[in-house]
Nanobody, 125 residues
Framework: QVLLVESGGGLVQAGDSLRLSCAAS????????MGWFRQAPGKEREFVAA????????YYADSVKGRFTISRDNAKNTVYLQMNNLKPEDTAVYYC??????????????????WGQGTQVTVSS
């Protein structure tokens, strides 16, 4: 089992950058596929980015491709989401999640067994 705690959210202006962190405890993040999801008010939770263990393959939603980068620091047992050129439509609660490595599809929420509590990101225009 792994416990995930997100941090780094806040209120920024359009065009700014933020880096979200997801600190894991209990087990190392290298033994999971890690993902970021977000949920805006009145909308369903949506996939943002994911990182596999094997080969370090990364996946991104089309809406964030080229602006967001997911990475992992195994020594710190932490996963990051670097968000650049933020837009008002990026406003949401961002969740970190961990999925067993045997899950072949990591771009859907159902693949993930462990979730953090979320961190709010608000982008003003």
């Amino acid at each position: 089992q792994v416990l995930l705690v997100e941090s780094g959210g806040g209120l920024v202006q359009a065009g700014d950058s933020l880096r979200l962190s997801c600190a894991a405890s209990g087990r190392t993040v290298s033994t999971y596929a890690m993902g970021w999801f977000r949920q805006a008010p009145g909308k369903e939770r949506e996939f943002v980015a994911a990182l596999r263990r094997s080969g370090g393959s990364t996946y991104y939603a089309d809406s964030v491709k080229g602006r967001f980068t997911i990475s992992r620091d195994n020594a710190k047992n932490t996963v990051y989401l670097q968000m650049n050129n933020l837009k008002p439509e990026d406003t949401a609660v961002y969740y970190c999640a961990a999925a067993p490595l045997f899950r072949t599809v990591v771009v859907v929420a159902d693949a993930y067994d462990y979730w953090g509590q979320g961190t709010q990101v608000t982008v003003s225009s």
